[in-house]
């Protein structure tokens, strides 16, 4: 079995370096982990339980992971041949469901929204609103 020799340069880095490389992806995951301690703790860390603090970290860890997968995306193409990316098939989806799992379990907010006036309702705004004018 042949010795592999590394010729100058850097030597090669594993897997796991190359989700935390990009500056802009580290920015982002900063700035995201900041955000969810300031809405879950009052931007205190020492705050949030050692449960809610796994749930952070791990929901970082998923965000990372699926936006290595955009990256790579962008930067190769969403089909290969008449296929689906294999990383965006089944796991991409999975990894979100993750991380709206674990938004969840730290208390994300179900915001509902009003639903849209009927057509009589806005007739008679439209109506009223004439009537002031006159």
């Known amino acids: 079995m042949k010795k592999r020799v590394h010729k100058g340069g850097r030597p090669p880095l594993h897997g796991g370096y ?3 490389k990009p500056v802009r992806l580290r920015q982002y995951l900063t700035t995201i982990r900041a955000a969810l ?3 879950l703790a009052a931007g205190d860390e020492s705050n949030l339980s050692t ?4 749930l952070v970290d791990g929901l970082i860890s998923l965000l990372a992971i699926t936006r290595s997968m955009e990256i790579f995306i962008e ?3 969403v089909m290969i041949e008449d296929e689906l990316s294999p990383c965006l098939r089944n796991e991409y989806l999975r990894y979100r469901r993750t991380i709206r799992e674990h938004l969840v379990t730290l208390g994300l907010e179900v915001r509902t929204f009003d639903t849209s006036p009927s057509l009589d309702a806005v007739c008679a705004e439209i109506v009223s609103k004439r009537k002031k004018r006159e």
């Open 18 to 20: 190359s989700l935390t």
């Open 75 to 77: 930067k190769t193409q």
């Open 37 to 39: 301690i300031k809405d």
């Open 51 to 54: 449960q809610e603090l796994i």
